[in-house]
């Protein structure tokens, strides 16, 4: 694991390396996360080697937008491994001092709610229950990602929470206005303005 870590940089190739590899490669790490023995063989190099990760995406995101791969496959393509950063986001802030990354992670949680495609309009029907949408969307993991991180980071809400807050307000998605409302007292109680 430590050298895939030490080198997870070099996996990012969006012309070469398919997206089902890396997310693959993310899933591992995950595992090693929740590993209490194994998540001592990650060093502060490797959060910042992940969080760099995502900001190339982040990058390439905003020269080429990823979209949706084909439906058909039972491969990840570049929105789900999205799905993904949010997951990895919550453990980097509950088993690490977050803090030392603190403005990239909250840089990349923002990135993560411009993700348009997951949860995407037509997806946005009571069918499958709303929560199960907003939890397995980009936007709603990322939603997740950020009341968590809000909850560690203080008492009362910073101000660049507090903008990422506002902004997710004008998504009019249902998943995403459900994620907003169950979580809704939360930010009232740290900042009740």
């Given amino acids: 694991t430590s050298d895939y870590l030490d080198h997870i940089l070099n996996f990012y190739d969006r012309g070469t390396i398919d997206p089902h590899y890396i997310t693959s490669l993310l899933r591992g790490i995950q595992e090693v996360f929740n590993d209490k023995e194994k998540i001592k063989s990650i060093s502060e190099l490797h959060i910042t080697n992940l969080l760099d990760l995502f900001e190339k995406l982040k990058l ?3 020269e080429n937008p990823f979209t949706r791969g084909n439906n058909d496959s039972y491969l990840s393509d570049w929105i789900s491994l999205h799905r993904v950063m949010p997951d990895i986001i919550n453990l980097i802030i509950n088993n690490t001092n977050y803090k030392k990354n603190r403005d990239k992670i909250i840089d990349i949680i923002d990135y993560l709610f411009t993700i348009k495609d997951c949860p995407s309009p037509d997806e946005d029907d009571y069918d499958n229950g709303l929560h199960f949408l907003a ?6 993991r990322a939603y997740d990602a950020f ?7 203080g008492k009362t809400l910073a101000e660049d929470v507090k903008k990422i807050f506002v902004h997710t ?3 009019a998605s249902l998943a995403m ?6 979580n809704l007292i939360f930010f009232y109680q740290n900042d009740k303005s």
């Fill in 60 to 62: 390439s995101n905003k």
């Fill in 169 to 171: 307000l004008d998504d």
């Fill in 135 to 140: 939890i397995n969307s980009v936007r709603g």
């Fill in 147 to 153: 009341v968590n991180f809000t909850h560690k980071d």
């Fill in 177 to 182: 206005r459900f994620q907003i409302g169950r």
